[in-house]
């Protein structure tokens, strides 16, 4: 089982919409957890870190679930520049970022 | 703030010869990472070092990978002899804290 998986996509979806990406992670001892989006051709960068209260930026909405080792990203509203792949992260203390390998998401006129 | 410096940004080779990349991390950060990206798929870690000290190498294929970070500052990784499935972006990153920050990349093509 990979540590990190991901529905690969790709979303095709209309502008105005709302997306949701799910994550699943098998190590229960994970202690961050992030989305990072990464546009074609480029580096990935930090989107929003997840906590397990919830936490919202904008149209963004990110969730964990602990109990399930689930994460998942909702975006609403959705606009073409949203159009990447967002890639969960995990990881434990001291160690490196363990990736999913991504979600693609397209967002037409 | 200069951000993580990576060169070459392309690369081509012939397979069976040797390449080697070079990181520049943002100043001050302790932490630097290399990682691989084969198109299609997450970035996985190839190693990752504590200033000049390696914490994780557990992923890096030594029989033909290997990397330095002599002065806790800037690394390279090198690659001898590269294979066709070598053919990836290589991305270092480095971290203060929580926070990583990539490169732009080196992008390899092995042919």
């Known amino acids: 089982r990979k540590e990190v998986e991901q529905d690969p996509g790709p979303f095709n979806v209309p502008e105005g919409a709302t997306v949701a990406f799910n994550c699943t992670y098998s190590?229960?001892?994970?202690?961050?957890f992030f989305w990072y989006r990464q546009d074609c051709r480029k580096e990935p960068k930090l989107l929003m870190s997840?906590?397990?209260s919830g936490n919202e930026d904008g149209r963004f909405t990110a969730q964990l679930n602990r109990a399930s080792q689930y994460i998942s990203l909702l975006i609403r509203d959705s606009k073409l520049s949203d159009s990447a792949t967002y890639l969960c992260?995990?990881?434990?203390?001291?160690?490196?970022?363990?990736f999913g390998k991504g979600t693609t998401l397209s967002v037409s006129s | 703030e200069a951000g993580v410096a990576q060169s070459p940004r392309y690369k081509i080779i012939e397979k069976r010869q040797s390449v080697a990349f070079w990181c520049n991390p943002i100043?001050?950060?302790?932490?630097l990472y290399w990682y691989q990206q084969i198109l299609g798929q997450g970035p996985k870690l190839l190693i990752q070092?504590?200033?000049?000290?390696?914490?994780?190498d557990s992923q890096l294929p030594k029989d033909r990978f290997s990397a330095e970070r002599l002065k806790g500052v800037d690394s390279t990784l090198k690659i001898q002899p590269a294979k066709l499935e070598d053919s990836a972006v290589y991305l270092c990153?480095?971290?203060?804290?929580?926070?990583?920050?990539f490169g732009e990349g080196s992008w390899l093509t092995v042919v």
């Open positions: 990153a480095s971290s203060l804290g929580d926070t990583i920050y």
């Open positions: 190590n229960s001892a994970s202690q961050s």
């Open positions: 997840v906590y397990s």
């Open positions: 992260v995990v990881n434990q203390a001291g160690t490196a970022l363990i």
């Open positions: 100043s001050g950060h302790a932490t």
């Open positions: 070092f504590q200033n000049n000290g390696v914490v994780d």
